[in-house]
T-cell receptor, first 115, second 111 residues
C-alpha cells in the first residue's frame, strides 16, 4: 500500500460526458502528479501540482483539467469524453516540488471506460 | 531533451534464471534514473533509483541496476528469477520539470 488513494476504482461512462477522478496523496506529500496509461500510448505524464499550484504540464488535452485543493487532495476533470480516453488514470505523490530525485508513490489507479 | 528506451517489450525467462531488462536513456543533464514495477491491476511501485551516488544500485526483491554513463544505460538485473517477479517493468528518467517513462517490459517467468 503506497498511501495514495484514488476513487473511484472503475468508471464507465458515455461519449460526450464529463467525469471527475479524485486522488489523496500520502500524508506529508505536497506534490501530486496525474498519468494516463493506455495500451497504445503507454504511460503518459499529464500534469503536476505542488501545494495547490500547477507546477508542470505534460501531454494533457485541453478537454482535461486538474486542481489541487487546500487539503492537498487533487481532482482530474475529463470532459467531452471520447472513446480514445478509455485508459487507466494514475495519481502519484511525492514530497517535494522540483527535486528530480524524489520518489513518486503511485495510487492503484482509476480505470475509465468510455462507451 | 530527455528520453528513455526499453529494449524488448516482452522478456521470458525460466524460474531460477538470470533476469536482464535493458534501459537506455538520453539526457542533456546528469540524470536521475528509476526502475518501477507494476503488478497486474496495481499502480507502479519503486524498485530502485540512481541519484548520482554509487553506480551500482540495489533495490527491493533482489533487483539491482548499474548506471553506465559511457553506454547511457541503466539495465536491471536479478540473479535468479522467481515466479512472483512476473510483472511489467518501467525505466524512467527524471529532471527538474518532469519524469519520462519508458514503454515498459513485460517479464514472464516459465516454471
Amino acid at each position: 500500500d503506497s498511501g495514495v488513494t484514488q476513487t473511484p476504482k472503475h468508471l464507465i461512462t458515455a461519449t460526450g460526458q464529463r467525469v471527475t477522478l479524485r486522488c489523496s496523496p500520502r500524508s506529508g506529500d505536497l506534490s501530486v502528479y496525474w498519468y494516463q496509461q493506455s495500451l497504445d500510448q503507454g504511460l503518459q505524464f499529464l500534469i503536476q501540482y505542488y501545494n495547490g499550484e500547477e507546477r508542470a504540464k505534460g501531454n494533457i488535452l485541453e478537454r482535461f483539467s486538474a486542481q489541487q485543493f487546500p487539503d492537498l487532495h487533487s481532482e482530474l476533470n475529463l470532459s467531452s469524453l471520447e472513446l480514445g480516453d478509455s485508459a487507466l488514470y494514475f495519481c502519484a505523490s511525492s514530497v517535494g516540488r522540483t527535486d528530480a530525485a524524489d520518489t513518486q508513490y503511485f495510487g492503484p489507479g482509476t480505470r475509465l471506460t468510455v462507451l | 531533451a530527455q528520453s528513455v528506451t526499453q529494449l524488448g517489450s516482452h522478456v521470458s525467462v525460466s524460474e531460477g534464471a538470470l533476469v536482464l531488462l535493458r534501459c537506455n536513456y538520453s539526457s542533456s543533464v546528469p540524470p536521475y534514473l528509476f526502475w518501477y514495477v507494476q503488478y497486474p491491476n496495481q499502480g507502479l511501485q519503486l524498485l530502485l533509483k540512481y541519484t548520482s551516488a554509487a553506480t551500482l544500485v540495489k533495490g527491493i526483491n533482489g533487483f539491482e541496476a548499474e548506471f553506465k554513463k559511457s553506454e547511457t544505460s541503466f539495465h536491471l538485473t536479478k540473479p535468479s528469477a522467481h515466479m512472483s517477479d512476473a510483472a511489467e517493468y518501467f525505466c524512467a528518467v527524471s529532471s527538474a520539470s518532469k519524469i519520462i517513462f519508458g514503454s515498459g517490459t513485460r517479464l514472464s517467468i516459465r516454471p
